[in-house]
């Protein structure tokens, strides 16, 4: 029996997040909430011959808060892609002014109505937006770093499609040899591809320091080029929801026990996760996208990260990078929260 909730199910990536949600077995109830059309994409769904029971929440008025109150009771997993996407020329910063407050009011309602549910914040900046969330959490006595996870799994999908491009090898073949850290935008996604002997060996004989930067830049900034061939319609969401859906996906498998060693990275708190304490100590950040293993209950069980992970110059520099940009999404959140003391 799980419950998963969908907050901003209407939207670009909600709706195909919602599909795929439905056509899992283990899902016994989908429970779509929206401030617009949540209902009707929930019967739509409804007539897809899956177990899950979609139910669509959308409030009637402004003060109307039974809406999300209904469609979060119960729930074991939340995931949150409500919010406003980019346009041509937008950072994902940017997004920052209208975001923060949705996931705030969002996650302020989960501690009210869930407050054990698994936490999967989609909306951008992911940076910030997971800071703000724990921020919340906090305020309200249910933070648990182990529940709450910012979803950078796209910025591995990416990695994983660009290099099987590069090195013309099977992208089946490079899934759970590489993976991404850092965080979810620009300089502070950092791709390591050098994780796996046999992976190892065909980028050091096949990619040329040209073309690696090319793959670097891609999988940095492959969401601009959504933005632009979508000019002005938005940004990645059938990715996304693809990639949203696997995260997703994973943790089920880990609960079901499906998986018994189901491995993704996600944006975390890192001293509050097995293994994380030092870790943060070492990079001098809070919060950073790593591999995480779960447990049976979906919650973050320890990191899989070591030394190994970075062999080369470079990446111990992008991750230099990648840390200081991250250093002012993080602030940047918690002075959202807690305003200046
Ligand atoms: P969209 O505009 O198509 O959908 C957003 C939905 O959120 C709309 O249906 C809207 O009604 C709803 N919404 C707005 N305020 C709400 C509230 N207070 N409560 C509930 N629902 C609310 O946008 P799209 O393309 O689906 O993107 C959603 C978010 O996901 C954006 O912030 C975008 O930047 C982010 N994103 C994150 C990625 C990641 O890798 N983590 C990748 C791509 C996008």
Redesign the pocket.
Known sequence: MVKVTI??A?????QTLSLLCKLNPDITELSL?????AEGVAVDLSHVNSPARATGHQPRDKSDQDALKNSLIGSDIVII??????KPGMT?QD?FKI?AG?VR??VGAVAKYCPEALLLI???P?NSTVVIAAEELKKNNCFNPRKLF??????LVRAETFLSYELNYPVEDIRGKITVVGG?SGDTIVPLIHINTEISKIVSSKLSPERLENFIHRVQYG?DEVVQAKSGK????LS?AY?GYRFTETILNAITGKENKALEPAYIYLPGVPGGEELSRKLGVEYFAVPIEFDNKGEAKRIIFNNNFISKNYEAQMIEIAKKSLTKSIVQGQLFVNGSK
Do not use: F, K, Q
């Open positions: 907050a901003g209407a939207g670009g990536i909600g909430y929206d401030i617009a059309n892609p409500a919010g406003v996407p980019r994902r997004l975001n949705i009011s969002l989609i909306s951008n992911v910012g979803v950078t799994t796209l910025d979810h969401g938005g940004s990645a969401t996304m990639a």
